[in-house]
């Protein structure tokens, strides 16, 4: 989300701003010298070039060279504060969080009323950056004051209504970790007043307000007022997903994965389902329980004589799977579909006409693994690592899992998390390497995972990969060519007694 513009960026012409890119790229994969470079090579106003000595100066961890840039510009401009801001972006980059807040929480008690009409821009992207700093941090209470401060700066309605949508969500995220009493009902109060400002216009915020108002409802107990809600608003939704379809049609997104009537559906199936378990655990009404998963009767008939049903569970969930393949909630619905389906045969003994197929199954495989992939395309990495698990855990051993497997451990390497990589070689190798169709697919992930770490200069952890892959998959087409340029590496290095392992090897299996 970018609000306005900060220093930074105007006043460049359009080489300037692409070589500025590039810069921000070579910094972004840790090549901070080269990134250097390239930003010496050009001739940038003085505001600008200090704030790219900052970037560099935090890639590098030289806090101290970082902080001598700032202290040549002191005071409470908007120059100043970002230099200041950079540095603390540096900060959370290198897991100084105290730092990185200090700075944050120095620029917005300068204004507790909100910004001067000339900071507007500067103070939203600020807090609203900052804001994601803390949600990543797991500190909703800070991001939601950090969403508050974003809002002083009054800004248009568009952004305004994104901004209270998301702190609403917040607030029901720390009302549900909360328990009953006043803490709790403080923040359903504020998530409430609004979710009633959103309600006005309808828009994607609005659909997004029903979710959430069917949420809180279930939070204070009134499971009939949750339910109610799609049918209440059914009409809005429906118009909100025929624009979403549109803008669909006209960019060549499919935008169905931010539908509302999706995330409503899904949501109200969810309320029936476990209240439905619930009954039946505690051997309570099973009438009310059978009317929760398929819908209550509401009289007449349907075309084919069966009694006229309200939706339930079961047709919320099968909606969703069929109509909205690409949606977070798609997969979930699919398993809990199945589920009352096992409910309905074990408890009243009866069969459910409507059926999932092979091919619904593979069509919300292919949209869930190719969500994953597009954030992995967008260096989105940490939340292409929760998309992959996801999916992965739904889809485990399909020719779309092996290369998501792969990608997944790119994205671990990329984040830092290389016990989690570890895990995922290991995977791939054992669980693949004797299966019929997909062993070479996977040693081909193996080897291209090794050889990340060895564009890294690892080469020690790309040995150690490698010699998984060539305990696992002996019969791979490219472990013989393999063992032999590592045979001979260590041959023309005089590591005899490593290059002669290497040679066994490759007369013992091949």
Same mark, same amino acid.
């Given at each position: 989300?970018?609000?306005?513009?900060?220093?930074?960026?105007?006043?460049?012409?359009?080489?300037?701003?692409? $070589?500025?890119?590039?810069?921000?790229?070579?910094?972004?994969?840790?090549?901070?010298?080269?990134?250097?470079?390239?930003?010496?090579?050009?001739?940038?106003?003085? $505001?600008?070039?200090?704030?790219?000595?900052?970037?560099?100066?935090?890639?590098?961890?030289?806090?101290?060279?970082?902080?001598?840039?700032?202290?040549? &510009?002191? =005071?409470?401009?908007?120059?100043?504060?970002?230099?200041?801001?950079?540095?603390?972006?540096?900060?959370?980059?290198?897991?100084?969080?105290?730092?990185? /807040?200090?700075?944050?929480?120095?620029?917005?008690?300068? !204004?507790?009323?909100?910004?001067?009409?000339?900071?507007?821009?500067?103070?939203?992207?600020?807090?609203?950056?900052?804001?994601?700093?803390?949600?990543?941090?797991?500190?909703?209470?800070?991001?939601?004051?950090?969403?508050?401060?974003?809002?002083?700066?009054?800004?248009? *309605?568009?952004?305004? *209504? /994104?901004?209270?949508?998301?702190?609403?969500?917040?607030?029901? +995220?720390?009302?549900?970790?909360?328990?009953?009493?006043?803490?709790?009902?403080?923040?359903?109060?504020?998530?409430?007043?609004?979710?009633?400002?959103?309600?006005?216009?309808?828009?994607?915020?609005? =659909?997004?307000?029903?979710?959430?108002?069917?949420?809180?409802?279930?939070?204070?107990?009134?499971?009939?007022?949750?339910?109610?809600?799609?049918?209440?608003?059914?009409?809005?939704?429906?118009?909100?997903?025929?624009?979403?379809?549109?803008?669909?049609?006209?960019?060549?997104?499919?935008?169905?994965?931010?539908?509302?009537?999706?995330?409503?559906?899904?949501?109200?199936? #969810?309320?029936?389902?476990?209240?439905?378990?619930?009954?039946?655990?505690?051997?309570?009404?099973?009438?009310?329980?059978?009317?929760?998963?398929?819908?209550?009767?509401?009289?007449?008939?349907?075309?084919?004589?069966?009694?006229?049903?309200?939706?339930?569970?079961?047709?919320?969930?099968?909606?969703? !799977?069929?109509?909205?393949?690409?949606?977070?909630?798609?997969?979930?619905? =699919?398993?809990? !579909?199945? $589920?009352?389906?096992?409910?309905?045969?074990?408890?009243?003994?009866?069969? %459910?006409?409507?059926?999932?197929?092979?091919?619904?199954?593979?069509? #919300? $495989? +292919?949209? +869930?693994?190719?969500?994953?992939?597009?954030?992995?395309?967008?260096?989105?990495?940490?939340?292409?690592?929760?998309?992959?698990?996801?999916?992965?855990?739904?889809?485990?051993?399909?020719?779309?899992? %092996?290369?998501?497997?792969?990608?997944?451990?790119?994205?671990?390497?990329?984040?830092?998390?290389?016990?989690?990589?570890?895990? %995922?070689?290991?995977?791939?190798?054992?669980?693949?390497?004797?299966?019929?169709?997909?062993?070479?697919?996977?040693?081909?992930?193996?080897?291209?995972?090794?050889?990340?770490?060895?564009?890294?200069?690892?080469?020690?952890?790309?040995?150690?990969?490698?010699? %998984?892959?060539?305990?696992?998959?002996?019969?791979?087409? &490219?472990?013989?060519?393999?063992?032999?340029?590592?045979?001979?590496?260590? !041959? *023309?290095?005089?590591?005899?007694?490593?290059?002669?392992?290497?040679?066994?090897?490759?007369?013992?299996?091949?």
């Amino acid at each position: 989300m970018t609000f306005g513009q900060g220093l930074g960026g105007g006043g460049l012409t359009p080489e300037q701003e692409l $070589e500025l890119a590039y810069a921000d790229k070579l910094l972004a994969v840790g090549l901070a010298d080269y990134s250097r470079k390239v930003v010496e090579s050009l001739t940038l106003p003085p $505001e600008i070039m200090d704030i790219r000595k900052i970037k560099n100066y935090g890639a590098l961890g030289e806090f101290e060279k970082a902080k001598a840039v700032i202290a040549k &510009r002191p =005071g409470n401009t908007q120059e100043a504060w970002t230099l200041k801001l950079s540095l603390a972006d540096a900060y959370y980059m290198w897991g100084k969080y105290g730092e990185a /807040q200090g700075i944050y929480d120095s620029f917005f008690a300068k !204004f507790p009323e909100g910004p001067k009409p000339a900071l507007k821009g500067f103070y939203m992207e600020s807090a609203y950056k900052y804001s994601q700093m803390l949600l990543m941090m797991d500190n909703k209470k800070g991001a939601a004051k950090a969403y508050r401060s974003a809002l002083k700066a009054k800004p248009e *309605r568009h952004i305004e *209504r /994104q901004l209270m949508s998301e702190l609403a969500e917040i607030l029901l +995220q720390l009302a549900e970790a909360a328990p009953a009493g006043a803490g709790r009902a403080a923040n359903l109060k504020e998530a409430k007043k609004y979710i009633d400002k959103i309600l006005w216009v309808q828009d994607l915020w609005f =659909g997004r307000a029903i979710v959430m108002l069917a949420h809180m409802k279930m939070m204070q107990g009134d499971i009939d007022g949750a339910m109610s809600l799609v049918d209440d608003y059914k009409d809005q939704l429906k118009e909100i997903d025929e624009n979403l379809k549109r803008s669909a049609a006209e960019t060549g997104e499919d935008m169905t994965k931010l539908s509302p009537m999706a995330q409503c559906r899904y949501m109200i199936g #969810v309320i029936m389902h476990d209240e439905s378990k619930k009954l039946l655990k505690a051997k309570g009404d099973r009438q009310r329980a059978l009317d929760l998963l398929i819908g209550r009767a509401t009289g007449g008939t349907t075309r084919s004589g069966s009694p006229k049903r309200s939706s339930g569970a079961l047709q919320h969930f099968l909606n969703v !799977f069929i109509r909205y393949p690409n949606t977070s909630w798609a997969p979930d619905a =699919g398993n809990r !579909f199945r $589920e009352i389906e096992e409910t309905l045969k074990r408890e009243w003994d009866t069969e %459910v006409k409507a059926k999932i197929t092979p091919d619904q199954w593979a069509a #919300v $495989e +292919q949209a +869930q693994f190719r969500e994953a992939r597009s954030l992995f395309n967008q260096q989105r990495f940490k939340e292409a690592i929760a998309a992959y698990e996801q999916v992965l855990s739904l889809f485990p051993e399909r020719e779309t899992s %092996v290369a998501a497997l792969g990608e997944l451990a790119a994205c671990y390497i990329e984040v830092e998390e290389l016990l989690l990589c570890d895990v %995922v070689v290991r995977h791939l190798s054992e669980r693949f390497c004797q299966h019929e169709k997909m062993m070479t697919a996977a040693g081909d992930q193996v080897v291209r995972i090794a050889f990340s770490f060895s564009e890294r200069g690892d080469k020690a952890r790309m040995r150690e990969i490698y010699d %998984v892959f060539f305990t696992y998959f002996k019969k791979h087409p &490219r472990t013989a060519t393999e063992l032999f340029r590592f045979a001979e590496e260590e !041959f *023309r290095a005089e590591n005899l007694t490593k290059a002669l392992e290497y040679y066994e090897q490759i007369l013992a299996d091949h």
